[in-house]
């Protein structure tokens, strides 16, 4: 089995934090969004991974792609890098990987985690991950016939399809029909809203016939943009306390200093006269003093003081001294 990870962009809404890393590298619950994802998948499908390849921008560099075939290896895995240097599209990122794009693979955009538990249709051609919405309006959804076997993919429908929403997760029984049929999208030109989108590749197979069925995920998380990023952390911290996983170093250093799970505190943090939670990540080497924070997501060896933070992220290396609350604040930065 294979993990094809699209990741070229760089995450505009989630500005200033994706200014200096990609948006998948940012961490939630004190480990980072592709990094979650691609073990989130590997436990879901149950099989082993042989190669994980993720389609990056060439401007990551190369510590970003270090880290990546980090998390393929983690696995048991080969990792593999493949560039997208422009963003044409879902169907022409897919297509920048061609050259693993052969037997079982899943297809997963690294902007969204999960939480599910189903076995694979061995039956069907292919799986589309969806989550039942209350507004299928502004998604992508799927339309079932009787069989509950998919027929259509219908985007944000002005009139009610269903209110099951595409997730951005695919199966693939075999994926070199999906590259095959790209590839005709590539060569024909057959462009929507400006780029090749992986929904004309996917639609050629159902027109021959493949059979696509549902598969459907408890929970989808987004990482979108800042608000929406930290309610994810939160809703992580949430699941992994429930399901009894270790979030807080042994190391810390506290002088009246309460925490207030769920959090996930990191190697090297310092807490004085603090009271962390619920809902919060340190990152490592972080520093807080004379402060409250909850719901909110701190990246690594930032310097927090004199603060009452509620809905905030902080970036990497920040120095924040003040009194607001609700803030996103990127990397290198300082505020006293």
Same mark, same amino acid.
């Given at each position: ?55 990056? @921008?060439?401007? &990551? ?5 270090? *880290? ?23 169907? @022409? ?26 076995? /694979? ?10 989550? #039942? ?5 502004? &998604? ?31 199966? &693939? ?6 590259? %095959?049929?790209? #590839? ?7 462009? @929507? ?5 992986? %929904? ?11 059979? &696509? ?26 699941? /992994? ?12 250093? #506290? ?12 190697? *090297?943090?310092? /807490? ?36 009452? /933070? *509620? ?11 003040? %009194? ?13």
């Amino acid at each position: 089995m294979k993990i094809i990870v699209p990741m070229a962009g760089r995450g505009s809404r989630l500005r200033p934090h994706t200014l200096t890393i990609p948006k998948p590298l940012i961490p939630i619950a004190g480990k980072p969004i592709v990094h979650r994802l691609v073990e989130d998948i590997a436990g879901v499908i149950n099989q082993p991974i042989d190669e994980v390849a993720f389609i990056i @921008h060439e401007s &990551f560099g190369k510590k970003v792609e270090e *880290d990546l075939i980090a998390i393929a290896q983690k696995l048991g895995a080969k990792g593999t890098i493949y560039y997208q240097n422009e963003a044409l599209g879902t169907g @022409h990122a897919i297509m920048c990987a061609k050259d693993s794009l052969d037997g079982p693979a899943v297809i997963a955009y690294a902007d969204t985690l999960i939480r599910a538990d189903f076995d /694979l249709d061995k039956t069907a051609d292919s799986v589309i991950w969806v989550k #039942q919405v209350d507004k299928p309006e502004a &998604f992508g959804v799927i339309n079932l016939n009787e069989n509950n076997e998919i027929v259509e993919l219908v985007e944000k429908p002005k009139e009610f399809v269903s209110d099951l929403a595409v997730i951005g997760i695919y199966y &693939f029984k075999e994926i070199s029909v999906l590259r %095959n049929e790209l #590839q005709a999208v590539l060569d024909n030109n057959i462009i @929507h809203g400006g780029e090749y989108q992986i %929904n004309d590749g996917i639609k050629q197979m159902m027109a021959k016939g493949m059979k &696509f069925v549902p598969g459907k995920v408890d929970e989808w998380m987004d990482c979108g943009n800042k608000d929406v990023t930290v309610d994810t952390n939160s809703r992580m911290l949430g699941f /992994l306390h429930n399901d009894g996983e270790h979030l807080i170093d042994y190391g810390v250093k #506290q002088e009246n200093a309460t925490i207030i799970p769920p959090c996930y505190i990191g190697e *090297d943090v310092v /807490l004085i006269n603090a009271t962390i939670g619920p809902n919060v990540s340190l990152g490592r080497g972080t520093h807080v003093t004379d402060s409250t924070i909850k719901n909110s997501l701190i990246q690594t060896h930032a310097h927090i003081k004199n603060a009452n /933070l *509620d809905n905030a992220m902080i970036g990497n290396h920040v120095n924040f001294d003040g %009194n607001f609350t609700s803030i996103s604040i990127g990397d290198y930065s300082t505020l006293e």
